[in-house]
């Protein structure tokens, strides 16, 4: 699942529309976090108020505003609301994921009776009763788990999976952008883990000598504090790894 990426802390919202109420906000909306396919959007109201909007950016529409009287609201009033306009997003981006997941699971689950119409009977018919001996050895059935690790976790499979059920264009494209977001984060941290754990192993198997290596980053962003915490979100966990400040 995505996370949810802010710019500014919830206890510094009100602090900071008051800072640019009068320069950026009078001319633009700023966006103050983000999470998949949602944005949070701080906006000066018509009122000179304190507007918090929530936006699809993929169907480019709004799904909830709220604004603040900033003369008789607190600090902590607005920072709940921010929290809970987070909250919101990441619930309804883990509703999107979740529908576009499940229909390629479903995707799955068809191609494989497909190719076993001839066993669709006997199938049913194991499943129709409890046998928890032999659930414990079956090898037919994948669970959860499994299915995850196997077929859905390969991009190759997947991404010729949704070119073999879908016909229109629009749709092919954003399953196709979808599968690989979410199994390239599924994978990440799997991925990070493995290669650290084996980067250890073979230096102490070798007894290498570890050196220490620079690398210029480039990052987009708005300013440095939003790029050097781009930054750590994918260097954090590894202590061998140090950001400069």
Not at 17 to 38: C, M, N, Q, W
Not at 53 to 65: A, M, P, Q, T
Not at 164 to 187: C, N, Y
Not at 196 to 225: I, N, P
Request: proline share 1%; hydrophobic share 35%.
């Amino acid at each position: 699942m995505s996370k949810t990426f802010k710019y500014i802390q919830y206890d510094d919202a009100l602090k900071t529309f008051k800072e640019f109420r009068d320069t950026i906000l009078s001319e633009r909306p700023v966006v103050i976090a983000r999470h998949g396919d949602y944005s949070l959007l701080m906006e000066k109201a018509v009122d000179g108020n304190l507007g918090l909007k929530i936006l699809n950016d993929e169907k480019k529409s709004v799904v909830s505003e709220r604004t603040y009287e900033v003369e008789s609201i607190t600090d902590d009033l607005v920072s709940r609301g921010v929290r809970h306009a987070c909250q919101k997003m990441s619930e309804l981006s883990d509703e999107d994921v979740n529908s576009k997941r499940f229909q390629i699971w479903k995707w799955y689950i068809l191609d494989w009776q497909k190719s076993h119409e001839d066993q669709s009977e006997e199938m049913m018919n194991r499943e129709i009763e409890w046998d928890e001996e032999r659930i414990k050895t079956e090898t037919d059935l994948m669970d959860m788990e499994k299915f995850l690790h196997g077929d859905y976790l390969n991009l190759g499979n997947t991404l010729m999976l949704i070119d073999k059920f879908l016909t229109d264009p629009a749709h092919k494209e954003l399953f196709r952008k979808f599968a690989v977001a979410d199994i390239m984060e599924m994978t990440s941290e799997d991925t990070k883990e493995k290669s650290l754990e084996e980067a250890e192993r073979r230096s102490q198997e070798e007894e290498l000598k570890l050196h220490t290596y620079q690398f210029t980053v480039s990052v987009e962003a708005t300013d440095k504090d939003h790029a050097r915490q781009a930054l750590l979100r994918y260097l954090a966990g590894d202590d061998r790894i140090s950001v400069q400040k």
